[in-house]
């Protein structure tokens, strides 16, 4: 059984370009959560999707980011005019929900962006 | 006010002892879930350990286990015979029931944990 897999691992942009990350969770897990993590803390929720809908964006989320599932499988999360504080590891995460039930999320290992 | 404490920026133990990584958490929910992850260097979450509010035993996982205090909103994690492997950041996670509707992680700063021979 594949893992949760994110590419780029690593981008390197510059300030006011736009960058684009592809997540592909554990096949047939419905949810599909993104978070940012800066250096020294811990990850923050930013959005999660079951299947194709975006249930829930964080306030964090701001207009520059947007986030898709278009057909409940792997999504994207796209940042415009990039700033120097999006600088941070961009973890994707999925899980098998059930209602009631246990519901674990399982990582990737990330997408290191620097904003130049 | 902070929904995850961990008050341990670092520790270090020695190979084959035990060590205890120490959480605090708040909540107003009676449901909730409580989740221990390891970070290595190289950055992905590796999931450890779970444990619900409404578990009336402490979780177990292989060298793993948790030790829920409810009344005291604790949920330590603690590791026995460390390994060299085992050096790594551990993050404590929350997720609260809100309605069954908000299953979003809160992730407290972490403990970054050296194991030494």
């Known amino acids: 059984d594949t893992g949760v897999s994110q590419d780029p691992r690593h981008k390197i942009t510059k300030r006011g370009q736009n960058v684009t990350f592809r997540c592909d969770p554990i096949s047939e897990h419905n949810r599909l959560y993104w978070y940012r993590q800066t250096l020294g803390q811990g990850p923050e929720f930013l959005t999660y999707?079951?299947?194709?809908?975006?249930?829930?964006k964080s306030r964090l989320l701001s207009d520059r980011f947007s986030a898709e599932r278009p057909k409940g499988s792997f999504s994207t999360l796209e940042i415009q005019r990039t700033e120097q504080g999006d600088s941070a590891m961009y973890l994707c995460a999925s899980s098998p929900w059930t209602s009631g039930g246990q519901e674990t999320q399982y990582f990737g290992p990330g997408t290191r962006l620097l904003v130049l | 006010a902070q929904k995850i404490t961990q008050t341990q920026p670092g520790m270090f133990v020695q190979e084959k002892e035990a060590v205890t990584l120490d959480c605090t958490y708040d909540t107003s929910d009676q449901s909730y879930g409580l989740f221990w992850y390891k970070q290595p260097s190289s950055g992905e979450m590796i999931f450890l350990i779970y444990q619900g509010s409404y578990d009336e035993q402490n979780a177990t996982e292989g060298r793993y286990s948790l030790n829920f205090q409810k009344a005291r909103k604790s949920a330590n994690l603690v590791i026995s015979a460390s390994q060299l492997g085992d050096s790594a950041m551990y993050f404590c996670a929350m997720r609260e029931a809100k309605g069954g509707t908000a299953s979003k992680l809160t992730f407290g700063t972490g403990t970054r944990l050296q194991v030494t021979l």
């Open positions: 999707f079951q299947n194709e809908a975006q249930l829930e």
